[in-house]
C-alpha cells in the first residue's frame, strides 16, 4: 500500500495541486488537518480534499476555529485575522462539513495512526525529544504521524529515543524497522516553516516499510497574488516564498 501523507495545506490551492500530482496513484489519502487558514482558496481547497477518493481525514485547530465550533482565543493577530476572513469566506456547506470533521488521534492500520498536533492532545505541539517523548508513551501503533509545527521532524524509539537527523532537501527515506516506534512529521504542504519554501509531503510505502518525506516546487507566485487580491495581510504571502 502507497499512502500520500497531507498536513497543513492551509487554504493553499496551488500547492495542494502540485503534491496531488507530485505524488501520482496511491492507495489512500493521509489528511492531518488545517486544510483552511492563512491561505485565499479554503473553499476551493476543501472541496478538492472532499472529493478525493479513498482519505482518512481529521481536523486542526484552524479548522475548527473556522468552522466557527472553537473560538480564537489561542491564536496571534496574524492567525486570528487570517480565520475571521476564512470563516467569512466558507460556503454554508464547506462550513458545515468542515465542523463535521473528527479529531485526531486515528488509527490508520496496525502500522499507522494519525493526529494533527499529537496523539495526547490535538492541538498540542511537538517540537523537542520531550514533547516526542510524552508523545510516544501514548501511541497505538509503531509508526504516529503528526503535523502542526509545519516543520519536518522525525523520532525513532527503540527503548530510548534515537535522534534522526530532521528531514531536510529534495527527498529524505527513512527506512522503518520491525520493533522501533516512529514519530515523523511530513512538514506542511501550504505554509512550510523550515527555511524551504516547496511544499512539503509524505509517501508511506508499506510493503518496503519506508516513509520518504518529499518537497516540491509550485506557483508560489500565484498563491502570493491570491492572498492580497483577498485583502488579507501582505506578510502571509511574503513568508511563502521564504518558508517560513
Ligand atoms: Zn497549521
Same mark, same amino acid.
Request: charged share 25%.
Given at each position: 500500500?502507497?499512502? &500520500?501523507?497531507?498536513?497543513?495545506?492551509?487554504?493553499?490551492?496551488?500547492?495542494?495541486?502540485?503534491?496531488?500530482?507530485?505524488?501520482? =496513484?496511491?492507495?489512500? $489519502?493521509?489528511?492531518?488537518?488545517?486544510?483552511?487558514?492563512?491561505?485565499?482558496?479554503?473553499?476551493?481547497?476543501?472541496? #478538492?480534499?472532499?472529493?478525493?477518493?479513498?482519505? @482518512?481525514?481529521?481536523?486542526?485547530?484552524?479548522?475548527? !476555529?473556522?468552522? %466557527?465550533?472553537?473560538?480564537?482565543?489561542?491564536?496571534?493577530? &496574524?492567525?486570528?485575522?487570517?480565520?475571521?476572513?476564512?470563516?467569512?469566506?466558507?460556503?454554508?456547506?464547506?462550513? =458545515?462539513?468542515?465542523?463535521?470533521?473528527?479529531? %485526531?488521534?486515528?488509527?490508520?492500520?496496525?502500522?499507522? =495512526?494519525?493526529?494533527?498536533?499529537?496523539?495526547?492532545?490535538?492541538? $498540542?505541539?511537538?517540537?523537542?525529544?520531550?514533547?516526542?517523548?510524552?508523545?510516544?508513551?501514548?501511541?497505538?501503533?509503531?509508526?504516529?504521524? +503528526?503535523?502542526?509545527?509545519?516543520?519536518?521532524?522525525?523520532? #525513532? +524509539?527503540?527503548?530510548?529515543?534515537?535522534?534522526?537527523?530532521?528531514?531536510?532537501?529534495?527527498?529524505? #527515506?527513512?527506512? &522503518?524497522?520491525?520493533?522501533?516506534?516512529?514519530?515523523?512529521?511530513?512538514?506542511? $504542504?501550504?505554509?512550510?516553516?523550515?527555511?524551504?519554501?516547496?511544499?512539503?509531503?509524505?509517501?508511506?510505502?508499506?510493503?518496503?516499510?519506508?516513509? @520518504? !518525506?518529499?518537497?516540491? @516546487?509550485?506557483? $508560489?507566485?500565484?498563491?502570493?497574488?491570491?492572498? !492580497?487580491?483577498?485583502?488579507?495581510? =501582505?506578510?502571509?504571502?511574503? #513568508?511563502?516564498?521564504?518558508?517560513?
Amino acid at each position: 500500500m502507497r499512502y &500520500l501523507i497531507v498536513s497543513d495545506v492551509h487554504a493553499n490551492l496551488e500547492a495542494l495541486e502540485a503534491t496531488l500530482s507530485a505524488a501520482g =496513484e496511491v492507495d489512500r $489519502v493521509l489528511v492531518l488537518g488545517d486544510l483552511v487558514g492563512y491561505g485565499a482558496d479554503p473553499n476551493a481547497v476543501i472541496d #478538492r480534499i472532499r472529493g478525493l477518493e479513498r482519505a @482518512t481525514i481529521i481536523r486542526g485547530n484552524h479548522d475548527k !476555529v473556522g468552522a %466557527g465550533i472553537e473560538n480564537v482565543d489561542s491564536f496571534n493577530h &496574524l492567525a486570528r485575522y487570517a480565520i475571521a476572513w476564512t470563516a467569512s469566506a466558507l460556503t454554508p456547506d464547506n462550513r =458545515e462539513w468542515l465542523a463535521a470533521v473528527q479529531p %485526531g488521534p486515528v488509527a490508520i492500520d496496525d502500522l499507522v =495512526e494519525i493526529c494533527h498536533g499529537s496523539p495526547f492532545d490535538e492541538d $498540542v505541539y511537538i517540537f523537542d525529544d520531550l514533547d516526542a517523548r510524552r508523545a510516544i508513551n501514548v501511541t497505538t501503533r509503531p509508526l504516529c504521524l +503528526f503535523g502542526h509545527t509545519h516543520v519536518p521532524a522525525a523520532f #525513532r +524509539f527503540d527503548g530510548d529515543l534515537k535522534p534522526i537527523g530532521p528531514p531536510r532537501g529534495a527527498r529524505f #527515506r527513512l527506512p &522503518l524497522d520491525d520493533g522501533a516506534k516512529y514519530l515523523v512529521n511530513c512538514g506542511a $504542504v501550504g505554509q512550510p516553516r523550515d527555511g524551504d519554501p516547496r511544499a512539503a509531503f509524505g509517501l508511506l510505502d508499506t510493503e518496503s516499510s519506508s516513509l @520518504t !518525506v518529499l518537497r516540491v @516546487t509550485y506557483d $508560489v507566485a500565484g498563491a502570493q497574488q491570491k492572498i !492580497v487580491d483577498a485583502g488579507l495581510p =501582505e506578510v502571509l504571502a511574503q #513568508r511563502l516564498a521564504i518558508g517560513r
